[in-house]
């Protein structure tokens, strides 16, 4: 099937033609994960398939093209996409949406200094299945939005590109990042996306993605807190548009993790899930300070699952780190506010 009907079908199904209308879903299950290397055994694919998700999310570090030589970076996307495992998870998931982070961009760490941007943009969007002609397929970055129908409640995915715009960072001389005070992520052009997407959206949750993490401040790796005024700006928009039930997705760190925080003048409290090591967690990674965490530290393959369902005039979502087994690793059960 291919994608421009894939994409019709679940418009379709999921917004209020007449047939979805007469069959709305009273539940929609997301699923999502990252750091994903086509050279490893990929066990998941059959268990996530078991959840029946009615969309798969990439995280980013999707492949590890680690190239400038885009023929190479495509020959990797091209393994991955063909992969029989995988091959048989796209027919069995209505929807493939996703974003990325540095090793699927094309160098590790890399930001808006990448050469090849350009070219690498219309390698992963090949890879998504983006249709010809879209606004993505013109713009300077990977984010885009979708929605979502969950009985008469409506979830926004709204998918970021930490990578695109993103100010370079120093090192100290142990490696770790020294945090840019004044560097930006996401640039001007996302930035004002962003704020239309969240200000009056008609939503009742936002689910919005990064590669690499929101909220946890005290690791020494990539993360929006190596941009401190960035991370508080996202922080601040998040409450001065009143977007309802926001949820954030990130990767990168082959961990898994879910954190939480309330923003000063927010309402409620906003969960960050990182589902990170479809084929390679950091399994020596026991303890790690984030006091922001709830839960448990996944340090296993994993992969994290929303499900939303309409309960009255409530919308609930489950959200689970789940392991090879399909078991639960970690859960938080979160009425959308």
Same mark, same amino acid.
């Given at each position: 099937?291919?994608?421009?009907?894939?994409?019709?079908?679940?418009?379709?199904f999921l917004?209020?033609?007449?047939?979805?209308?007469?069959?709305?879903?009273?539940?929609?299950?997301?699923?999502?994960?990252?750091?994903?290397?086509?050279?490893?055994?990929?066990?998941?694919?059959?268990?996530?398939?078991?959840?029946k998700?009615?969309?798969?999310?990439? #995280?980013?570090?999707n492949i590890?093209?680690d190239?400038?030589?885009?023929?190479?970076?495509?020959?990797?996307?091209?393994?991955?996409?063909?992969?029989?495992? /995988?091959?048989?998870f796209?027919t069995q998931?209505?929807?493939?949406?996703?974003?990325?982070?540095?090793?699927?961009?094309?160098r590790?760490?890399?930001?808006?200094? /990448?050469?090849?941007k350009?070219?690498?943009?219309?390698?992963?969007?090949d890879?998504?299945?983006?249709?010809?002609?879209t606004?993505?397929?013109?713009?300077?970055?990977?984010?885009?939005?979708?929605?979502?129908?969950?009985?008469?409640k409506?979830?926004?995915?709204?998918?970021?590109?930490?990578?695109?715009?993103?100010?370079?960072?120093?090192?100290?001389?142990?490696?770790? /990042?020294?945090?840019?005070p004044?560097g930006?992520?996401?640039?001007?052009?996302?930035?004002?996306?962003?704020?239309?997407?969240?200000?009056?959206?008609?939503a009742?949750?936002?689910?919005?993605? +990064?590669g690499?993490?929101?909220?946890?401040?005290?690791h020494?790796y990539?993360?929006?807190?190596?941009?401190?005024?960035?991370r508080?700006?996202? #922080?601040?928009?998040?409450?001065?548009?009143k977007?309802?039930g926001v949820?954030?997705?990130?990767?990168?760190?082959?961990?898994?993790?879910?954190?939480?925080?309330?923003?000063?003048?927010? +309402?409620?409290?906003?969960?960050?899930?990182?589902?990170?090591?479809?084929?390679?967690?950091?399994?020596?990674?026991?303890?790690?300070?984030?006091?922001?965490?709830?839960?448990? #530290?996944i340090?296993?393959?994993?992969?994290?699952?929303?499900?939303?369902?309409?309960q009255?005039?409530k919308?609930?979502?489950?959200?689970? #780190?789940?392991?090879?087994?399909?078991?639960?690793l970690?859960?938080?059960?979160?009425?959308?506010k």
């Open positions: 099937m291919t994608k421009p009907l894939v994409l019709a079908l679940a418009t379709a917004f209020g033609s007449p047939a979805a209308e007469a069959q709305q879903k009273k539940e929609l299950a997301i699923a999502f994960g990252s750091c994903n290397r086509t050279d490893l055994p990929q066990p998941l694919w059959p268990v996530i398939a078991q959840e998700p009615d969309v798969w999310l990439w #995280l980013g570090d590890y093209g190239t400038d030589d885009m023929a190479v970076l495509k020959q990797k996307y091209d393994t991955q996409f063909n992969l029989p495992a /995988y091959s048989q796209r998931v209505p929807v493939i949406i996703g974003t990325w982070d540095d090793h699927d961009y094309g590790n760490d890399a930001g808006k200094e /990448y050469p090849f350009k070219e690498s943009q219309q390698l992963a969007l890879f998504l299945q983006e249709p010809a002609g606004p993505r397929r013109a713009q300077e970055g990977l984010y885009t939005s979708y929605e979502y129908q969950v009985g008469r409506k979830v926004k995915v709204i998918l970021l590109d930490d990578r695109y715009h993103q100010d370079e960072l120093q090192r100290d001389a142990n490696r770790a /990042y020294v945090p840019n004044t930006d992520i996401l640039g001007a052009a996302q930035w004002q996306w962003l704020t239309q997407q969240l200000t009056n959206s008609t009742d949750a936002h689910i919005i993605a +990064s690499i993490q929101f909220l946890p401040q005290q020494p990539e993360k929006w807190a190596n941009f401190p005024a960035t508080q700006r996202f #922080l601040d928009l998040l409450v001065a548009s977007a309802k949820l954030l997705v990130s990767g990168d760190r082959h961990i898994g993790e879910i954190s939480k925080v309330t923003p000063a003048g927010g +309402s409620y409290p906003v969960y960050e899930i990182t589902s990170s090591g479809l084929t390679h967690p950091a399994v020596n990674n026991k303890s790690e300070a984030n006091d922001l965490r709830v839960g448990p #530290l340090n296993q393959k994993h992969y994290g699952l929303f499900r939303f369902r309409e009255g005039k919308l609930l979502v489950t959200a689970q #780190l789940k392991g090879e087994d399909g078991k639960p970690t859960e938080q059960v979160i009425e959308v």
